[in-house]
C-alpha cells in the first residue's frame, strides 16, 4: 500500500486530501441554534366607518375665456397710419383702434360717383329719348300715309300716260323709304322698356359700387365692435396690409367664463345636478375668493380627453382677469348617501381600503372615488364602498407591504371617531401602498 502511495503524484494526492477534509467537516460541523420566529404586529391607524349623506366636491383646472373675442382683419389695401391703443388697453365700443390711409379708398368713392352720375345722364336721356320717339312716330306714320296716296296717283296718271316711269319710280322709292323708317321708329318706342330697363339695371349697379365705395373708406377707420380690452396688435404704422390680414385682437372683458374640463366620471352626477339647479363652484384669484356658477357643459367634446369641458360663469361681476389665465376651480357637486369621507392615506392605489377585522388582520374592501369633503380643515376623500355598513375598522396608515391577512397592531386616530383615549402613537409617513398582487394569491402570508 505504501509502495502505491509513493507511485501517485503528489498533486493528485493533494487533491484527494482536501476532498476529504471538506467531506469530514461537513459532516461533523456543530448544528447552529435555533430560535422561533414571531410575526411581526405592524402599528396602525385606523378610524371607524361611518356612510352619510356628503356633497362631494372636485378640483378642476380650467382657463378664463371670453365668448365675445374678435380678430379684426383688413378690409381694403392701405397704408397703416396709426395706432392710438396699446395691448392690454381698455377701449370703448366705437373708440379709434387703427387708422388707415384714406387716399385710395378717397379716390375710389370719386370714380364711383362719377360711374354713378353718369349712368343717371343716361337713363335721363332714355326717357326723353322715348318722349321724342313718340312725336316723330305720328309724323312717320303721316309721310308714309303721304307717300303711298303719292304712289296710287302717279300709277293712275302713268296708265294714262300723263307721268314719266321715271317719275313713278321715284314715287315708289319714296314710299319704301317711308315705311323703313316708320318701322325703325316704331322698334325704338316699342323697346323703350327694354332700354329703360337696362339703364336702371346700370344705375343701380353704378349706385352699389358707390356704397361699397363709401363703405371701404368707413373701414379705413377701425373701430371697437364692443367694450373690451386690446389682446394683440400685429402691425405698426407704415405697414401696408391687405384685405384679410390681422390688424388687432380684442375680447369683451364684462362677459368672462372659465372653461374646466370635468372628468368622465363625474359627468352623471353635474348632470343631475344641472337639471334641479346649477351648480356652486368657487376658485382663487389674486388671494380673493370668488363664487361660481357652472352654467352649462360644451356642446362638443373635440378637444376634450377624458371628459367634457364646463363653462363657469362669475357670480359677483367679473374681476379683472387676463384672457388664458389658469385657474383651479371646486365644483360641489349634488348630497349623495352613502358616502364615507376619509383621509387620503386610507385608500391604497386607486381603489382600495383595508379593514381591520376582529383578529386584527387586514382584508381588503372595494371603494370609489367619488370626490372630496371640503367643509373639514383637513381635506378628506368621499368613498362609496357599498360592503361596508357602517362601524368597521379602516386601516388609515400607509403599509407598503399591505396584504390580505396580514396581523396589525390597530391604533385609532387621535381625536377622530374611533378615539378611546389611548396614547398617542408617532408615525413616520409612508409611501402610497401599491397592492397589484392577487388577493387569493397573499392570503394567509404575513408580514415577515
Known amino acids: 500500500m505504501r509502495d502505491r502511495l509513493k507511485q501517485i503524484p503528489p498533486v493528485a494526492l493533494v487533491i484527494l486530501g482536501t476532498m476529504l477534509a471538506i467531506v469530514l467537516l461537513a459532516m461533523f460541523k456543530p448544528s447552529a441554534p435555533t430560535r422561533d420566529v414571531s410575526e411581526r404586529h405592524d402599528r396602525v391607524r385606523y378610524v371607524l366607518a361611518e356612510p352619510g349623506a356628503h356633497s362631494p366636491s372636485i378640483q378642476l383646472f380650467g382657463r378664463v375665456q371670453s365668448p365675445r373675442a374678435a ?57 326723353l329719348r322715348y318722349q321724342s320717339d313718340r312725336k316723330s312716330l305720328a309724323l312717320e306714320k303721316k309721310l308714309a300715309k303721304l307717300s303711298e296716296d303719292n304712289l296710287q296717283r302717279l300709277q293712275s296718271l302713268r296708265g294714262k300716260n300723263l307721268v314719266s316711269q321715271t317719275q313713278l ?20 318706342v316699342s323697346d323703350f322698356e327694354n332700354e329703360l330697363a337696362r339703364m336702371e339695371a346700370r344705375l343701380a349697379s353704378a349706385e352699389a359700387q358707390l356704397q361699397q365705395a363709401e363703405l371701404d373708406l368707413t373701414r379705413t377707420r377701425v373701430e371697437a365692435p364692443f367694450d373690451g380690452t386690446v389682446t394683440d396688435i400685429p402691425v405698426a404704422p407704415g405697414e401696408r396690409v391687405r384685405p384679410g390680414e390681422p390688424l388687432l385682437s380684442l375680447f369683451a372683458d364684462a362677459e368672462l367664463e372659465v372653461r374646466a374640463q370635468i372628468p368622465e366620471r363625474y359627468l352623471a352626477a353635474v348632470r343631475d345636478g344641472l337639471g334641479q339647479s346649477e351648480l356652486a363652484a ?4 389674486e388671494g380673493r375668493t370668488l363664487a361660481l356658477n357652472l352654467k352649462r357643459l360644451a356642446g362638443d367634446a373635440s378637444d376634450a380627453r377624458g371628459g367634457i369641458d364646463g363653462l363657469f360663469e362669475f357670480v359677483d361681476g367679473v374681476p379683472a382677469a387676463a384672457l388664458g389665465r389658469p385657474l383651479t376651480i371646486t365644483l360641489t357637486l349634488p348630497a349623495r348617501d352613502n358616502l364615507i369621507a376619509l383621509p387620503a392615506t386610507a385608500l391604497h392605489g386607486l381603489n382600495r381600503l383595508y379593514v381591520i377585522d376582529d383578529d386584527n388582520r387586514l382584508r381588503r374592501v372595494q371603494a370609489d372615488i367619488v370626490g372630496e369633503a371640503m367643509d373639514r380643515e383637513n381635506a ?63 392570503e394567509g402570508r404575513q408580514g415577515e
Do not use: F, W, Y
Open 71 to 127: 380678430d379684426l382683419t383688413a378690409v381694403v389695401t392701405a397704408n397703416v397710419t396709426s395706432i392710438p391703443v396699446r395691448a392690454g388697453s381698455k377701449v370703448s365700443a366705437g373708440q379709434l383702434l387703427i387708422q388707415l390711409d384714406d387716399t385710395e379708398a378717397s379716390l375710389a368713392r370719386d370714380r364711383a360717383k362719377a360711374s354713378r352720375d353718369e349712368a343717371a345722364a343716361q337713363l335721363q336721356t332714355t326717357r
Open 169 to 188: 319710280d321715284q314715287a315708289e322709292e319714296a314710299k319704301a323709304r317711308a315705311e323703313l323708317s316708320l318701322s325703325q321708329r316704331q322698334l325704338s
Open 282 to 285: 368657487s376658485t382663487e384669484l
Open 380 to 442: 378628506q376623500l368621499l368613498l362609496h364602498a357599498p360592503t361596508l355598513e357602517g362601524g368597521e375598522r379602516i386601516m388609515t396608515t400607509q403599509l407598503p407591504q399591505a396584504i390580505v391577512g396580514l396581523p396589525v397592531d390597530p391604533q385609532p386616530v387621535p381625536g377622530s371617531n374611533a378615539d378611546g383615549g389611548e396614547g398617542d402613537v408617532t408615525e413616520s409617513p409612508a409611501p402610497p401602498a401599491i397592492d397589484s398582487g392577487d388577493d387569493n394569491h397573499n
